[in-house]
């Protein structure tokens, strides 16, 4: 089913989407969130997935810490995301892992949608119908654009295996990637992304490098060098 989204195109909305658990997606969406927040941004995170976890990190923040909103939203996202256009700079969406109206209406409303990924072709194909959905709405809406972000990566080459699943998908990959590091693990128990929890630990500057492409992206610098 068809979801308009009728927004102010100044706002910057990104949803970070994947249909298995243990991806890092909410992970990802606080920390970006989190990097943006403190690059002087007027950012809210809104949660989309019905397990809250972005919503119950949020709530491990100490009182009269400077952060930014978290917010649940439901089945209506498009028009939830749509009414908050005035008021932010950049909306991140974490989104619903399977195909529903809340991911459907997530995407209409994206300008970015980022899938997170572990590095093996199994964790790849287990995104295929969360991609398909995103192929489905990018026929519509004919600005978004999809990357995938490997998480758990490690410094040697990709596996044959793990290079032809991501081909498969037709999305580019990012350059830059996480790895797996003690800093992602911990931030949440203070409600914190890393760029705030450690600021100088190399889960930071990971964060950094993924918000820097990003940015380079949205703004259509890198599509042109590509």
């Known amino acids: 089913q068809r979801q308009m989204c009728i927004r102010d195109r100044r706002m910057t909305v990104i949803s970070i989407a994947g249909s298995k658990g243990g991806v890092g997606k909410t992970t990802v969406a606080y920390c970006l969130a989190t990097e943006w927040h403190l690059r002087g941004h007027k950012v809210l995170l809104a949660d989309a997935d019905p397990q809250l976890s972005a919503m119950r990190w949020s709530e491990r923040l100490g009182e009269g810490a400077s952060s930014f909103p978290v917010i649940a939203v439901g089945d209506r996202a498009h028009v939830d995301i749509a009414h908050m256009s005035e008021h932010y700079d950049i909306v991140i969406v974490d989104t619903a892992g399977r195909k529903s109206s809340r991911l459907v209406g997530a995407l209409s409303c994206s300008d ?103 940015e380079s992206i949205l703004s259509g610098e890198q599509n042109a060098q590509e």
Do not use: C
């Open 112 to 214: 970015l949608a980022i899938f997170p990924s572990l590095p093996s072709p199994m964790d790849v194909w287990a995104m295929a119908a969360t991609i398909e959905v995103f192929h489905e709405v990018q026929a519509m809406v004919h600005t978004l654009k999809g990357r995938i972000l490997l998480n758990g990566a490690q410094r040697t080459a990709l596996s044959a295996g793990a290079a032809e699943a991501l081909a498969e998908t037709e999305l580019p990959l990012l350059r830059s990637s996480l790895r797996r590091l003690v800093a992602y693990s911990e931030a949440p128990t203070a409600g914190l992304g890393v760029t705030a929890y450690a600021p100088g630990s190399e889960a930071a500057q990971e964060i950094r490098a993924v918000t820097d492409e990003l």
